[in-house]
């Protein structure tokens, strides 16, 4: 089982990215995003359901961020705009294998390595 997050770098504040995480080994059912400041905890961003049907998101990125995922290619995305340097992180995308999304860190079995998004202002 193998969850490898893609699509980070740098950007100017203002701008856009798009992440991806590529899930592999077995299916899985919500699917979420969280990401990690430099000395803070880790947090949720948002996450979403099986079908894709209903996303969550943390206040601080509604109306910017979008999730999504294409279960043909068991890929989930994370488009990220209007990017500011507070948004600066690592970025990990994270599976459950039951169950609705939650922000939760405990319930989500599966972890990706993260990859590295920086704001520049």
């Known amino acids: 089982v193998q969850l490898m997050e893609s699509g980070g770098g740098l950007v100017q504040a203002g701008g856009s990215l798009r992440l991806s995480c590529a899930a592999s080994?077995?299916?899985?059912?919500?699917l979420g995003w969280f990401r990690q400041a430099p000395g803070k905890e880790r947090e949720f961003v948002g996450a979403?359901?099986?079908?894709?049907?209903?996303?969550y998101y943390t206040d601080s990125v509604k109306g910017r961020f979008t999730i999504s995922r294409d279960n043909a290619k068991n890929t989930m995305y994370l488009q990220m705009n209007s990017l500011k340097p507070e948004d600066t992180a690592v970025y990990y995308c994270?599976?459950?294998?039951?169950?609705?999304?939650?922000?939760?860190?405990?319930?989500?079995?599966?972890w990706g390595q993260g990859t590295q998004v920086t704001v520049s202002s």
């Open positions: 979403i359901t099986r079908t894709g049907g209903i996303t």
């Open positions: 994270a599976a459950k294998v039951a169950g609705f999304p939650n922000k939760e860190q405990m319930s989500y079995k599966y």
């Open positions: 080994g077995r299916s899985f059912s919500s």
